[in-house]
Antibody, heavy 122, light 110 residues
Framework: QVTLKESGPVLVKPTETLTLTCAVSGFSLTNARMGVSWIRQPPGKALEWLSHISSNGDTSYATSLKARLTISRDTSKSQVVLTMTNMDPMDTGTYYC??????????????WGQGTPVTVSS | QSLLTQPPSASGTPGQRVTLSCSGGSSSFGDTTLNWFQQLPGTAPKLLIYNNNYRPSGVPDRFSGSKSGTSASLAITGLQSEDEADYYCAAWDDSLNGWVFGGGTKLTVL
């Protein structure tokens, strides 16, 4: 069974750095057809893709947040870590990680973790 | 970068067929494949459709997807009260090397 579980602080202060961990099980982070993405959702708003790490360690970031984000992985621990610097109240929301699968022709995200809530407030 | 547009809301009555749309803002949309996700209140998104019209195992065949040119749709037949949720389309953008989401459609079952 494939599962992903996010963890991290529930509350961070403005200007602080957020570090979130996605612990995966049931698949390998180095599987050629798989990767992991981070997605967030402000309260009452739409989903927003943040970052992706592929099976070979290649990384990509949302254009608007690229300067603030770093994604990395620890394959020995089956974990993917996302850091976001200079947190702002607008970054409040639920943060999800999701497994990405791909073929030559198409990609999909399944399953998703349960999400972890983050509030940015002083 | 692609832009995916969804109507903010839709509604239907039990047993009805409803269609939710997702339109692409660039010509590259025609070359990409769509995922559809269902997000029930207070839960994480769940994959409903991938590669435009493929259903993962466990997803009822009441849900179907289609895509033509720069527009796509998710159809739900035999609408049920438990289908009341937010629905998102998403596509992989090769230029971004990442996902683009639509703004989501809130489906209300009257």
């Amino acid at each position: 069974q494939v599962t992903l579980k996010e963890s991290g602080p529930v509350l961070v202060k403005p200007t602080e750095t957020l570090t979130l961990t996605c612990a995966v099980s049931g698949f390998s982070l180095t599987n050629a057809r798989m990767g992991v993405s981070w997605i967030r959702q402000p309260p009452g708003k739409a989903l927003e893709w943040l970052s992706h790490i592929s099976s070979n360690g290649d990384t990509s970031y949302a254009t608007s947040l690229k300067a603030r984000l770093t994604i990395s992985r620890d394959t020995s621990k089956s974990q993917v870590v996302l850091t976001m610097t200079n947190m702002d109240p607008m970054d409040t929301g639920t943060y999800y990680c999701a497994r990405n699968l791909n073929t030559v022709a198409y990609r999909w995200m399944d399953p998703w973790g349960q999400g972890t809530p983050v509030t940015v407030s002083s | 970068q692609s832009l995916l547009t969804q109507p903010p809301s839709a509604s239907g009555t039990p047993g009805q067929r409803v269609t939710l749309s997702c339109s692409g803002g660039s010509s590259s949309f025609g070359d990409t494949t769509l995922n559809w996700f269902q997000q029930l209140p207070g839960t994480a998104p769940k994959l409903l459709i991938y590669n435009n019209n493929y259903r993962p195992s466990g997803v009822p065949d009441r849900f179907s997807g289609s895509k033509s040119g720069t527009s796509a749709s998710l159809a739900i037949t035999g609408l049920q009260s438990e289908d009341e949720a937010d629905y998102y389309c998403a596509a992989w953008d090769d230029s971004l090397n990442g996902w683009v989401f639509g703004g989501g459609t809130k489906l209300t079952v009257l």
